[in-house]
C-alpha cells in the first residue's frame, strides 16, 4: 500500500491535470500543499473537498517526522506543490526519504513539469541533459557555473525573472557568446514564449522585450569542436 502520493499540477494551464491526479486527490485522507492558498484555488476548482496541510521548505525536517508517524497509523496523504511535480525544485525530498526510510512506501504520479517541455521546445539534443533547478544566487554560484564548462550534455536551468540577465551574461561569459540556448517564459500559459538563439542573441533580445512571468533556460552543451572562450584566446 502507498502512504504518500506526490501529485503534479499545472504550471499554469488549469487543464493540464491528470484524470488519475484528481482521483488520487480525492481518495487521500490529507492534501498536504506548499501553500494551502494556492492548492486551495485548484481543489475549489476541481471541486474536491479535502483537509489541506500546509508543508513547505520551513517545517519540512519537523513535520516529516510526525507526518511518517501518522502514516504509520494508516492515513494515507498526497502532496502537491504550487505548481508541477513537488519535489522537483520544490518541497518534497526529505518527506520521501522519511517515508521510505520508516519502510512505507511512495508513489509519484506522472504529470506537469516545467523543465521537460522547456526541453523539447528548445530543439537542442534531449537524448542526454543535466536538469540544474535553480542555481546558488550568491555563494557557490560562480563555481557552479565553472562546473558546467566541460558538460557536454544539454543544460537546464530554472531562474527568476529578475535574474535572468545576470545568468545569461555570466553564461555568455562562461561559455562563450555563441553557445546555443532557448528562454521558455510562461509555458502552457496565454502568453507562452520559446526564444532561442546564441546567448549573445538572447542576451540582445531581453534587451529591448519585457521579462515577465516564469523561466527556464536551456542551454546547448559543449560540443567536442566548439572550444570554449578561454582555450581560444
Ligand atoms: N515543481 C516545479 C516543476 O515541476 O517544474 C518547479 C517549481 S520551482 C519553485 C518554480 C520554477 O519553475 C520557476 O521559477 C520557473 O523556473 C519554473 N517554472 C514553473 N512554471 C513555469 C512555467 N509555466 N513556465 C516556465 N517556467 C516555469
Given amino acids: 500500500p502507498i502512504s504518500l502520493y506526490l501529485v503534479p499540477t499545472p504550471i499554469g494551464n488549469l487543464k493540464d491535470i491528470t484524470i488519475r491526479a484528481i482521483e488520487v486527490l480525492k481518495s487521500v485522507d490529507v492534501i498536504l500543499a506548499?501553500?494551502?492558498?494556492?492548492?486551495?484555488?485548484?481543489?475549489?476548482?476541481?471541486?474536491?473537498?479535502?483537509p489541506l496541510q500546509s508543508y513547505h521548505i520551513f517545517n519540512e525536517h519537523k513535520a516529516a517526522g510526525n507526518l511518517v508517524e501518522r502514516m504509520k497509523r494508516g492515513e494515507i496523504f498526497a502532496l502537491v506543490s504550487d505548481a508541477g511535480t513537488p519535489a522537483i525544485s520544490d518541497p518534497g525530498f526529505l518527506l520521501v526519504r522519511a517515508v521510505l526510510a520508516s519502510g512505507l512506501d511512495v508513489q509519484c504520479l506522472p504529470g506537469p513539469t516545467a523543465f521537460v517541455p522547456a526541453l523539447v521546445n528548445s530543439g537542442l539534443p534531449n537524448d542526454r541533459f543535466v536538469f540544474e533547478g535553480f542555481l546558488p544566487h550568491k555563494k557557490g554560484r560562480k563555481?557552479?557555473?565553472?562546473?558546467l564548462m566541460?558538460?557536454?550534455?544539454?543544460?537546464?536551468?530554472?531562474?527568476?525573472?529578475?535574474?535572468?540577465m545576470k545568468t545569461l551574461e555570466q553564461l555568455a561569459e562562461a561559455f562563450g557568446p555563441t553557445r546555443q540556448g532557448c528562454v521558455s517564459r510562461e509555458l502552457t500559459k496565454l502568453h507562452?514564449?520559446?526564444v532561442r538563439g546564441t546567448l549573445e542573441e538572447l542576451i540582445e533580445y531581453y534587451q529591448t522585450h519585457p521579462i515577465k512571468g516564469e523561466i527556464v533556460l536551456v542551454i546547448a552543451g559543449k560540443s567536442e569542436k566548439?572550444?570554449?572562450?578561454?582555450?581560444?584566446t
Avoid: M, V
Avoid at 506548499?34 to 479535502?50: A, F, N, V
Fill in 34 to 50: 506548499e501553500d494551502t492558498r494556492t492548492s486551495g484555488i485548484l481543489l475549489k476548482h476541481l471541486d474536491i473537498s479535502k
Fill in 150 to 164: 566541460e558538460e557536454t550534455r544539454t543544460i537546464i536551468l530554472y531562474e527568476s525573472t529578475h535574474r535572468l
Fill in 192 to 194: 507562452e514564449e520559446n
Fill in 143 to 147: 563555481t557552479r557555473i565553472e562546473s
Fill in 226 to 232: 566548439q572550444e570554449s572562450r578561454n582555450q581560444t
